[in-house]
């Protein structure tokens, strides 16, 4: 209880090494405000179960049955897989006489657009991750500046000295721990969300080269 009554009070600005500790918080809704939006988009919205849709789309392309095929990804596409299988589908229902190429280059220009997108903002965590670390040891250097300040003044009465000791290194402790707890967090969002859009990447390479080989060898 004692902890948390000297932690919360170090965000007073009375106390030593104050503005660290407004400045990882900053840091922290700001990590907080960034995964929440990164974990919806990619995790929610861009997911797809990608082998039960594609079992479904190479069903309709074996059967000749492009237009279902289309309105299924049309259903879909505000996610990541059906998108860029759409963008394939309809270069193939604008011509009978598509090559591997050409729907590879309408492939290739919807994963352009889509994995921006799926990118986007999360490497600010890891950022935010790090500065969160540095900006609690910038503290912990600040607070030992003036504990060691305070012993090594002869002018400061004794009394003053203890003070200031103790005010230096409960600075430098709590902006130490802060700041890990606020980094700690952020880098296992970020690598949770970078393996998922790694995962959805990766899916749509596998199941689009086998869309594309199954609508040129259908043809």
């Not at 900053?26 to 861009?46: D, G, K, N, P």
């Not at 280059?105 to 919807?110: K, L, R, Y």
């Not at 994963?111 to 040891?137: C, F, K």
């Amino acid at each position: 209880m004692e902890f948390w009554h000297q932690f919360f009070a170090s965000f007073n600005p009375s106390s030593e090494g104050f503005a660290f500790m407004w400045v990882i918080l900053l840091f922290m809704v700001l990590a907080i405000a960034i995964a929440a939006e990164r974990m919806y988009y990619v995790m929610v919205r861009s997911n797809v179960n990608s082998d039960k849709f594609m079992m479904e789309i190479r069903k309709y392309v074996t059967s000749g049955n492009m237009k279902r095929a289309i309105e299924l990804c049309e259903a879909g596409k505000q996610r990541a897989l059906p998108y860029v299988v759409l963008a394939g589908l309809k270069k193939v229902a604008e011509s009978e006489s598509l090559d591997f190429r050409s729907i590879q280059n309408a492939v290739d220009e919807g994963m352009l657009e889509v994995i921006p997108t799926l990118q986007r903002r999360t490497n600010y965590l890891s950022m935010l991750a790090n500065v969160a670390t540095l900006t609690g040891l910038m503290g912990t250097i600040y607070g030992l500046i003036i504990a060691f300040s305070a012993v090594g003044n002869p002018n400061i009465p004794d009394d003053q000295k203890t003070r200031l000791l103790a005010a230096g290194i409960s600075a430098a402790m709590n902006t130490t721990i802060f700041g890990l707890a606020v980094a700690i967090p952020t880098i296992m969002l970020y690598n949770l969300i970078q393996n998922k859009t790694t995962q959805i990447i990766d899916d749509m390479d596998e199941h689009l080269v086998k869309l594309i080989n199954l609508i040129t060898g259908n043809r």
